[in-house]
């Protein structure tokens, strides 16, 4: 038995859109993504992007802050987002955050703020809602902008709102390790009504290689389904984890999209444009986004409960702010490394390093600040499975193997 680290819960009939636009594109030609997120999102008009972070491109390009302004991003992150910062020519200035939601923490934020900040980039991190109200009560005060990264938070909301309306602008990914799974693409969201004429420039890989972008995303996401994922990726997880004991963490690089590449920057052309039949995936995928988060949430609630009298196993509090749409789930443990190889060993695949305290990166040098908690988390924390798609019996496999590492831990 095997459980993957992540799993969509697609259906067989998402795949629809996909093949008829293939052998029928214009079926797909006259959708509308404002139509489709409106329910969700209605403060907001929505476009669709080649990837999550031409949203944050576009948003940049709108915007036209000055060379140089400063841009108060969570220090606990994904490397790509600061660095679409840098290459805009704009200064991140890195906020650490809260431990227990992993999102920004509005009194480190108090203390970054000068006359030179323009833009706060809030990320609600594996789907926890960050503090809005004290952030936005900050950026109000001081005149700043506010633009959410809602890569991981289709289906969280504070209140009655949905992510992604507190601010003038958000991002949302529909990669194929995301909540919403599109074969790629993404969004961007303005809410302020000056900006919504806004028509982004054209970017996209050309036809040929389009073609090639998509289909690579369909294939990976074939993969990841359970039955498939134990004959295909669990292999070549273990086979990286393996070569990176001895110190070659190529193939774990390759596999692992959240790796820190030093050497990266964006090509808006790089990847396959936004395809109307995304729309129609978003729609389908939306349709079922609350039965997704339920039982996501009911798996976090379940591993939660059972964990809470592990010390080893120390747990977020993805509520603090909001309703949090469970789509990761991770813990702190002090001994994370051997913890995320004794799971593997045992058929649990999970991931040690999601993302990285941004602001001790080497590639980040020149704006390097001290972020402790986000420090922490990168040392610390570890993403476990909490997908739809597990089972009962699985769920318990997982529960048995923590409370078994932590109780092997306890008595050394
Ligand atoms: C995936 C992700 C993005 C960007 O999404 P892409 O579609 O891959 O460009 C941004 N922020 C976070 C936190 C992400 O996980």
Redesign the pocket.
Known sequence: MMIPRHSVGMKYSDYWPYIASRFAPWIYRSQDISAVTASLMPKATTLGTP????ALWYFLDLKDYPLGSEVLISAY??Y??VRLVVQAGLVPVFVDIESDTLCMDPNDLAKKITPNSKLIIT?H?FGNPADMPAICELANQNNIDIFE?C??AVGSYIGETHMGQFGSGA?F?F?VA?IVNCFGG?MLALTDNNDKAYQPPRHGAGFRHSMTDTFARVLLTTIYHPKIYKMTMLPLVKWGNALSRRGKHWLRNLISP?KNDGAWFFEPDKRAEFKPFMVSMLSRQLSRIEENVSKRRRNVSKMKSELVHHPEIQLLNEDKHGHSNGSYFGVYCESKQQLSEYLLAHNVDNNPQEFFDCSALAQFSEFKADCPNAQYASQHLIRLPSQPTLEAHQLNTIIRLLKGFSTDHARK
């Open positions: 990837t999550g972070r031409h992150n994904y790509v987002v990320t991190m990264d890569a991981h991002l990914s990669g995301k993404g959240s």
